[in-house]
T-cell receptor, first 115, second 113 residues
Framework: GAVVSQHPSRVICKSGTSVKIECRSLDFQATTMFWYRQFPKQSLMLMATSNEGSKATYEQGVEKDKFLINHASLTLSTLTVTSAHPEDSSFYIC???????????FGPGTRLTVT | AQRVTQPEKLLSVFKGAPVELKCNYSYSGSPELFWYVQYSRQRLQLLLRHISRESIKGFTADLNKGETSFHLKKPFAQEEDSAMYYCALSGLGTKTSGSRLTFGEGTQLTVNP
């Protein structure tokens, strides 16, 4: 089946620094990737939709200058959390799909801790 | 706006008992409903979607547009069904919402021996 990987699985960074999270589709071409955020014991909240070769579409309330998304190829999207603060600590999950209304395949998530 | 509600955060049943995980939604257009499952320390994976009308691992779910519900059911729960279950909604036939998934809060199912 389709596999999506994320790297790193965990990252700890200091407040004020930036951290990049990678999302890769390993055995299929993902025209669209999605980035979600999940707080402890809460649901997944969609942050942005990323289409290959175009700018990401951010959900209301998500700062695009803080959460930079790049989808440069059909197998890779990156999320960069810029000037991270402790309140950005969360579980970030990506998903990918090949075509509209196709199944979304989820990555294992990245645990970000900002100290 | 899309909204999904799962009223039970925790659900505990005994092995062999029937189980029903509730899901209600609100959406002005034509929805597509999904159930996702997350086993302990594993990634989220699709369990079933209403369009395919499949039964996966003994689970079924029927879309009830009148009651705006998509409850997940299994007649005889197994211990390996213990997991977090998320109901999700996507809008059909729209450019902007057709691919966006809105998730419910999730229900942690525990099946006791």
């Amino acid at each position: 089946g389709a596999v999506v990987s994320q790297h790193p699985s965990r990252v700890i960074c200091k407040s004020g620094t930036s951290v990049k999270i990678e999302c890769r589709s390993l055995d299929f071409q993902a025209t669209t990737m999605f980035w979600y955020r999940q707080f402890p014991k809460q649901s997944l909240m969609l942050m942005a939709t990323s289409n290959e070769g175009s700018k990401a579409t951010y959900e209301q309330g998500v700062e695009k200058d803080k959460f930079l998304i790049n989808h440069a190829s059909l197998t890779l999207s990156t999320l960069t959390v810029t000037s991270a603060h402790p309140e950005d600590s969360s579980f970030y999950i990506c998903s990918a799909r090949t075509a509209p209304y196709d199944e979304q395949y989820f990555g294992p998530g990245t645990r970000l801790t900002v100290t | 706006a899309q909204r999904v509600t799962q009223p039970e955060k925790l659900l505990s049943v005994f092995k062999g008992a029937p189980v029903e995980l509730k899901c209600n939604y609100s959406y002005s257009g034509s929805p597509e409903l999904f159930w996702y499952v997350q086993y302990s320390r594993q990634r989220l994976q699709l369990l079933l979607r209403h369009i395919s009308r499949e039964s996966i691992k003994g689970f079924t779910a029927d879309l009830n547009k009148g009651e705006t519900s998509f409850h997940l059911k299994k007649p005889f729960a197994q211990e390996e069904d213990s997991a977090m279950y998320y109901c999700a909604l996507s809008g059909l036939g729209t450019k902007t919402s057709g691919s966006r998934l809105t998730f419910g809060e999730g229900t942690q199912l525990t099946v006791n021996p």
